[in-house]
């Protein structure tokens, strides 16, 4: 069974989806996304989507962004993306990208009176950055896009041509991922995921204003602590110069999970290792992505009404 796409209100293999190449978006980056990961649970031959819902409702705060006016409430939404993982019938891991855009066939720079569209598509992703081992990163001489000129806090196409400079960069360089730094040289995340430190117990992460995508996986991590390790999550600004000193460092993200961070700029974090309230958070968060805690199965979408 091939993989499935939602494309021009239907279901259709994925081969078929196609897009003109004046479509507005494609020249113009007027577009924003979610990707949500579906994860396999071998033993109850279940795929789980995580937090649906939260996706859904960002997707659409990017929308008001970029004029865009998608036909779909969250619930729809939420359903649609459901049968397109269903009608692609995996039964491993997935990532899923809704995205919505501006599809009209037209030149011309602007939000306004351009029609748009709405879109699913279903495909396998192999680990974005080594969770098990850990990453070395490095501060990118490139700096986050300032909200004054494209808002982090949608994830818009066009804002990623900042991450790929910064993550292109940093692995040609011999490290696995860059840390962009605010246009005031304060923390702000990784080329794609969100970054904490701990520090004396505690957690601290970059505030919203420090130019952020607001993260799922990010606000997952934060309740997670509270609740299960009793550890409160401080957030304010981080200076550069705390990531050397912190005692465990680690990148959040749909895509990158919970992924230590064992050395900056060369410099070991903490012992070098993967730290100890990091392995934790890694394991709950895992075994909650996969259906495995009652506890937090709220947050989990099942995709099959049957088994496959």
């Known amino acids: 069974m091939p993989p499935y796409a939602f494309f021009q209100k239907k279901f259709m293999p994925l081969e078929q989806a196609k897009v003109g190449i004046l479509t507005h978006a494609l020249h113009y980056g007027t577009a924003c996304f979610e990707g949500i990961r579906g994860n396999w649970n071998a033993q109850k031959k279940q795929l789980y989507l995580y937090r649906v819902p939260e996706h859904c409702e960002r997707l659409l705060g990017g929308c008001k962004l970029l004029m865009i006016k998608p036909p779909y409430s969250v619930k729809e939404m939420a359903e649609i993306i459901r049968q397109t993982v269903e009608k692609s019938g995996l039964k491993e891991d997935v990532y899923v990208r809704p995205l919505a855009f501006k599809s009209e066939q037209r030149i011309g720079v602007r939000l306004h009176d351009v029609a748009d569209d709405f879109l699913v598509v279903v495909a396998t992703l192999p680990p974005y950055l080594d969770a098990d081992s850990g990453c070395k990163a490095c501060t990118s001489p490139w700096r986050r896009v300032d909200d004054t000129m494209i808002p982090a806090r949608g994830k818009i196409t066009g804002i990623y041509v900042n991450s790929a400079l910064a993550k292109s960069e940093a692995i040609l360089n011999g490290f696995d991922e860059a840390i ?7 923390v702000s995340e990784g080329s794609g995921e ?15 204003s420090d130019n952020i995508l607001m993260g799922i996986t990010r606000d997952s991590i934060m309740k997670i602590a509270r609740d299960e390790l009793g550890i409160d999550t401080i957030e304010r600004p981080i200076d550069r110069s705390e990531l050397y000193l912190a005692d465990e460092c680690f990148f959040t993200g749909t895509a990158a999970h919970v992924t230590p961070i064992i050395s900056v700029d060369h410099r070991p974090v903490g012992n070098g290792k993967i730290g100890p309230i990091t392995a934790k958070l890694q394991k709950l968060y895992f075994d909650i992505i996969q259906g495995r805690n009652p506890k937090y199965i709220r947050w989990c979408l099942p995709v099959y009404r049957e088994k496959p």
């Open 194 to 208: 969100n970054i904490f430190l701990v520090m004396n117990g505690r957690l601290y992460t970059p505030p919203s």
């Open 180 to 186: 962009m730094l605010s246009m005031d040289g304060h």
